[in-house]
């Protein structure tokens, strides 16, 4: 079991930047590939980015790619994003998540059964 708690979010103007943290609590975290959501209003929740469990490998949506970056830090069982260049279309809930124990990461919602209670970026134009 992870428990999982974002923070960062904020209400920014476009073009600007701003950087999602994720703690996990326990001991297991190295051990789950990570990824980010979002869910923007009256829209399903969509994959943004996701990482492996070493974070040698990484996946972007298209509309997010070369402008934010996952990694993690698995000293301090923290997951980030940092999201620069940020757009109006960005505006959304942003959501962390965690794959089962060693599983490899996967771009579907359903397949990630931690969550964590969201955090809300506002990007005004």
């Known amino acids: 079991q992870v428990q999982l708690v974002e923070s960062g979010g904020g209400l920014v103007q476009a073009g600007g930047s701003l950087r999602l943290s994720c703690a996990a609590s326990?001991?297991?975290?190295?051990?789950?590939?990570m990824g980010w959501f979002r869910q923007a209003p009256g829209k399903e929740r969509e994959i943004v980015a996701a990482?492996?469990?070493?974070?040698?490998?990484?996946y972007y949506t298209d509309s997010v790619k070369s402008r934010f970056t996952i990694s993690r830090d698995n000293a301090k069982n923290t997951v980030y994003l940092q999201m620069n260049i940020l757009k109006p279309e960005d505006t959304a809930v942003y959501y962390c998540?965690?794959?089962?124990?060693?599983?490899?990461?996967?771009?579907?919602?359903?397949?990630?059964?931690?969550w964590g209670q969201g955090t809300q970026v506002t990007v005004s134009s």
């Open positions: 326990g001991r297991t975290f190295r051990s789950h590939a």
């Open positions: 990482i492996s469990r070493s974070g040698d490998t990484t």
């Open positions: 998540a965690a794959r089962p124990l060693y599983s490899d990461f996967d771009l579907r919602r359903g397949l990630y059964p931690y």
